[in-house]
């Protein structure tokens, strides 16, 4: 599938900030947040900051922007329509949240903090839905795409939160410890996912694609259009096989190895150096992220191409 540059960016960008909203909302609600947490207040600012940044950036890959209320409709029968509504309303326990832990009332805080972790989860289950839900698409059509969706929000939202509560000269050695063994799972999950779908072949073939498959193998004749079209651009897009494992490799240098072992270094040295690690450990698994949400689009097939001269999805 064609990997839009808006999707791959929003998806990354505001799972990090909802999995740190979830972060936030189940700390306030275990008591953990002091009242008029400095910490808390520049976390939920940083969290709807990169929520925002995401929903702005996906608004490009739409037609007609200015219809996309529309989409909102739809929550009944579109995962996209739900994503949308949950996202909107997870502002409103978040700015409860907010109002609550400004004011020192963290009774309500950790009642508005549980609240909006819910819906920041939700979020992300709407959108990790949306491509968990495409049967023509093997890549996406799997057990593993809803967790690692789910894990790698945890995980980038962990990484920002140690880095804000660095920044904020709160006690981060608890969160630090988490968010390394966040990146671990979600490592350990992704490399199970590339096992599986390289393992693996989608269950449409040419043969029952075309239904000939009673009279023997199937082969493509003829090209079906003797230029490019929108169903070959959008769904037809082909990465290299060694291309594709090169950014593999990155991903788990990049987005999982580095922000281990700056974790490991920020909790054996000083506090200024250990700030220094944190930072570098937010960006390199957030860019490790990026390079794997481009992937995750680039290597899924949809079955359309079988009609192409495909010989599996």
């Not at 189940?26 to 976390?43: E, I, M, N």
């Not at 989409?71 to 029968?77: I, V």
């Not at 090209?223 to 788990?252: C, D, Q, W």
């Amino acid at each position: 599938m064609h990997p839009a540059k808006s999707i791959v960016f929003f998806t990354v960008v505001s799972g990090a900030g909802y999995g740190l909203l979830v972060l936030l909302g189940v700390g306030a609600g275990g008591g953990l947040l002091a009242p008029r947490s400095a910490a808390g207040l520049t976390g939920l600012a940083t969290a709807l900051a990169l929520v925002s940044l995401g929903l702005l950036s996906s608004m490009f890959h739409l037609g007609h922007p200015g219809r996309a209320w529309r989409a909102l409709t739809q929550w009944r029968s579109s995962w996209l329509s739900r994503e949308g509504v949950a996202s909107l309303a997870t502002y409103v326990p978040a700015a409860g949240f907010g109002i609550c832990v400004y004011g020192g009332a963290m009774r309500w805080a950790g009642v508005f903090g549980v609240a909006m972790a819910l819906f920041a989860a939700t979020t992300v289950v709407c959108t990790a839905m949306i491509y968990r839900s495409l049967k023509p698409v093997h890549q996406w059509h799997n057990r593993f795409v809803l967790p690692i969706y789910l894990m790698f929000a945890l995980s980038l939202g962990a990484l920002w939160l140690v880095m804000v509560l660095r920044l904020s000269g709160a006690h981060a050695t608890p969160p630090l410890y988490l968010a390394g063994a966040a990146v671990l799972a979600t490592a350990a999950l992704k490399l199970r996912y590339w096992s599986f779908v390289d393992a693996t072949a989608g269950v449409p073939s040419p043969e029952s694609a075309t239904g000939l498959g009673r009279f023997g193998a199937v082969r493509l004749f003829e090209a079906p259009h003797t230029g490019s079209n929108y169903l070959m651009k959008e769904m037809g897009f082909a990465i290299a096989r060694r291309h594709a494992g090169m950014l593999r490799r990155l991903v788990v240098v990049v987005g999982f190895s580095t922000p281990v072992i700056l974790l490991a270094l920020a909790a054996a040295t000083s506090d200024r150096m250990a700030l220094v690690f944190v930072i570098l450990a937010a960006l390199a698994g957030t860019i490790g992220a990026l390079i794997e949400r481009w992937l995750f689009f680039a290597e899924a097939r949809h079955s359309v191409t079988l009609y192409y001269g495909a010989s599996r999805t």
